[in-house]
């Protein structure tokens, strides 16, 4: 059983950083996607960033220069870096992965919380 599980969320003041975790487990697929999505109150859930098995990574605009997806050296894990938050950074971050685009396998998200 593909589990996907997230952490690090939490609360921080307007241009602080914070860095999220990604670990696949139990995925028997050697070679796949992972990617962030993000989920405001009252809003749609929307793509925030990518990265392919070999490192390839692709940012929503609002997070572009600010905002760094990478994969650990396992492989099966994936961190977000993020960094200058402001309040509309604020909702339930999930981690997904598979082998396209939107992920097979989600997680049950992590809180990020942007206020001063």
């Known amino acids: 059983q593909v589990q996907v599980v997230e952490s690090g969320g939490g609360l921080v003041q307007p241009g602080e950083s914070l860095k999220l975790s990604c670990v696949v487990s139990?995925?028997?697929?050697?070679?796949?996607?992972m990617e962030w999505y993000r989920q405001a109150p009252g809003k749609q859930r929307e793509p925030v960033a990518t990265i392919t098995y070999g490192g390839f990574t692709n940012y929503t605009d609002s997070v572009k220069g600010r905002f760094t997806m990478s994969r650990g050296t396992t492989r099966n894990t994936a961190f977000l870096q993020m960094d200058s938050l402001n309040s509309e950074d604020t909702g339930v971050y999930f981690c997904?992965?598979?082998?396209?685009?939107?992920?097979?396998?989600w997680g049950q998200g992590t809180q990020v919380t942007v206020s001063s």
């Open positions: 997904a992965a598979g082998p396209g685009i939107p992920g097979k396998y």
């Open positions: 139990g995925y028997s697929r050697s070679f796949y996607i």
